[in-house]
């Protein structure tokens, strides 16, 4: 007696076939799974035969040996419950072997039969679909999730025995309607709006220009400056999510177990603000089931640190990776599983422990040398992939009382949409959407600069002691600003404006 049914691993963010294979044969009574499985799967045993037999279904009273193939890759997780249980069902000719072969099967099964949301459906449904499979039986509360997958045939069961009267023809259940992305409702968490942010014109410019070409920004200034305020109004004036970023972010979100089920896919860029005591592992991710971290749950959106130099260094060295390439690579003994990371990092900080360092009206008391300490908890590499460094000192009394608003994110936002547009036309042939992703040939292609700019980047690059990535991210940040004017060419007062967003290097750091 054996049997066979089609399920789905995860290997990062794609799905791979697994053949639960099951085999029934006359012996002591046991039970045996085998496929470099987990802990997880390995106690699927106990929540399997319960789940059968208080489903009033027959279990067998033999020896059962359930293999997971292909048997050297790692299985772990209770996705395999469902399958292996319908396995044994097949085996004993309780279940329909030839209708079962059609479909996937995914769920995870509680011991009262029930078959509980799996972690992981929508890469794995992604996968399926492009090797070639339409149908699936999974878990009913996954089935938001799965709804925005076109071309699959999906059903969706609560327990177990539903399942297996479905595969009997025994009741019909109707597969899962698909759901057009377009047409639901944006649910945004609401942001603060930039007009109720008094004063800071430079800082408000630099992160419009981040937001348009998709530019790292720091921004350094004594307590209660508003820095804080200002990176909590920025998701305000950022691009909507397209479909097929929101089909890349939910897959990071389903696979870490952090997607709201009612929603079923993520329609706002992701805001992720983790705490400073973050250990590394919940930054980069990893872990027994190397889940990803802040880092890849900030994809498309944007990972927002807090007084960045109370962070360990350690954890701050780990963002030089996504900075540069956009992904976040987490190696383990098995195997490297590689996860996007492309995001906008915004950062804060004070420039010394009291906060005064270089303040216009407040004197700081800090040593020099602890001053340098301070400083020097950011390092110079990672400094240079941050594109902008901006001051952001304190407003004045009179500022704060003033009863008119400034101008708000919603004009900042269709400003920023346009620059974005002009970007998505011209990469489009490229596989990039902002200025900030474009490689060393598009640099070249994109970002020439008249003879009197280029004087003015070479007495940059000297003065300042610019390395060669700070010099590309200047051009980068030029380009962006030259779209948000409509300019088809970068013009000198865009360079200008562009290296005085590299200058606090020196003054901080020189």
């Known amino acids: 007696m054996l049997a066979s049914v089609k399920s789905y691993g995860l290997n990062g963010i794609s799905g791979y076939l697994i053949k639960c294979e099951v085999d029934i044969n006359r012996g002591l009574p046991g039970y045996d799974i085998v496929g470099l499985v987990g802990t997880a799967t390995k106690e699927s045993k106990e929540r399997v035969k319960s789940a059968i037999k208080n489903s ?3 279990y067998p009273i033999e020896k059962i040996t359930v293999n997971l193939a292909p048997a050297d890759t790692k299985k772990d997780g209770p996705v395999y419950d469902l399958p292996i249980a319908l396995g044994i069902l097949s085996a004993m000719g309780q279940v329909d072997v030839d209708k079962l072969s059609k479909y996937i099967v995914l769920g995870e099964l ?5 078959v509980r949301k799996v972690n992981g459906v929508l890469p794995i449904l992604i996968s399926a679909r492009q090797d070639g499979y339409t149908k699936v039986i999974m878990p009913k509360e996954n089935c938001i999730e799965a709804s925005f997958i076109e071309g699959m045939t999906i059903y969706g069961v609560s327990n177990i025995k539903e399942a297996v009267d479905f595969i009997n023809n025994e009741i019909e259940l109707s597969p899962i309607a698909y759901t057009d992305f377009d047409t639901i409702k944006q649910n945004k968490k609401k942001s603060l709006d930039f007009k109720y942010v008094k004063g800071q014109a430079q800082a408000k410019r630099a992160l ?12 350094i200034g004594p307590p209660g400056s508003g820095k804080t305020m200002l990176a909590k109004c920025f998701p305000s004036i950022l691009p909507e999510l397209t479909f097929d970023e929101a089909l890349e972010v939910t897959k990071i979100h389903s696979i870490a177990g952090v997607l709201d089920s009612k929603e079923g896919i993520v329609t706002t860029r992701p805001i992720r603000s983790p705490h400073h005591t973050a250990t590394t592992l919940s930054l980069t991710g990893g872990g ?10 900030a994809h498309t959106g944007v990972l927002f640190l807090d007084e960045m130099p109370e962070y360990s260094r350690n954890s701050l060295e780990t963002l030089r990776q996504p900075l540069e390439d956009g992904v976040i690579t987490i190696t383990r003994v098995e195997s490297a599983i590689e996860y996007p990371a492309n995001f906008t990092l915004i950062a804060s900080m004070n420039p010394c422990p009291c906060g005064n360092y270089g303040s216009k009206d407040k004197e700081c008391k800090c040593n020099p040398n602890v001053i340098k300490k301070y400083l020097n908890k950011l390092s110079g590499p990672l400094m240079d992939r941050i594109d902008m460094h901006i001051e952001v000192d304190s407003v004045t009394y009179d500022e704060l009382r003033s009863e008119d608003l400034e101008e708000p994110s919603e004009s900042i936002k269709s400003r920023v949409d346009k620059a974005r547009d002009i970007q998505v036309q011209r990469y489009k042939d490229s596989g990039i959407f902002s200025n900030a992703k474009m490689s060393d040939h598009l640099l070249k292609k994109y970002c020439r600069v008249s003879k009197e700019s280029e004087t003015m980047l070479r007495m940059a690059f000297d003065r300042l002691n610019l390395s060669a990535r700070a010099y590309s991210r200047i051009l980068k940040v030029a380009r962006t600003i030259a779209d948000l004017d409509g300019s088809e060419n970068i013009k000198d007062e865009h360079i200008i404006e562009a290296i005085s967003y590299r200058s606090l290097d020196n003054k901080y750091w020189g």
């Open 110 to 114: 509680g011991l009262s039969g029930e």
């Open 288 to 297: 027994r089931l190397a889940k990803p971290g802040e880092i890849s749950l």
């Open 56 to 58: 009033g279904l027959k």
């Open 208 to 219: 419009e220009i981040a937001a348009a070409g998709g530019h790292n920004v720091l921004m």
